[in-house]
Nanobody
Framework: QVQLVESGGGLVQAGGSLRLSCAAS????????MGWYRQAPGKQRELVAV???????NYADSVKGRCTISRDNAKNTVSLQMNSLKPEDTAVYYC??????????????WGQGTQVTVSS
């Protein structure tokens, strides 16, 4: 049973920093992609950042230069360092992992979400 345990959310003032972490366990296959998504009230869930097992990263334009995603393949953990936070970064942040099965299907799992609130 795949489990994703997130930590690190909270309340921070604009301009501050937070570090989100996610630990995955129980994965039946090698985890190919690990990432973070967010969903603000009344909005659709959107990609924040994703990192492949080889270290290739992709960021949403809105967080480029302010966020850094990293992962530890041995520990199946992914972290998101967020700096210069803005009120518009306020959202529930979800950890996501993706993997390819032996049958070449794509499996994806979500964490329970962690709230990030940035006050102005």
């Amino acid at each position: 049973q795949v489990q994703l345990v997130e930590s690190g959310g909270g309340l921070v003032q604009a301009g501050g920093s937070l570090r989100l972490s996610c630990a995955a366990s129980g994965s039946p296959f090698t985890i190919n992609a690990m990432g973070w998504y967010r969903q603000a009230p009344g909005k659709q869930r959107e990609l924040v950042a994703v990192i492949s097992s080889g270290g290739t990263t992709n960021y949403a334009d809105s967080v480029k230069g302010r966020c850094t995603i990293s992962r530890d393949n041995a520990k199946n953990t992914v972290s998101l360092q967020m700096n210069s936070l803005k009120p518009e970064d306020t959202a529930v942040y979800y950890c996501n992992i993706g993997m390819i099965t032996h049958g070449s299907s794509w499996l994806t799992y979500w964490g329970q979400g962690t709230q990030v609130t940035v006050s102005s």
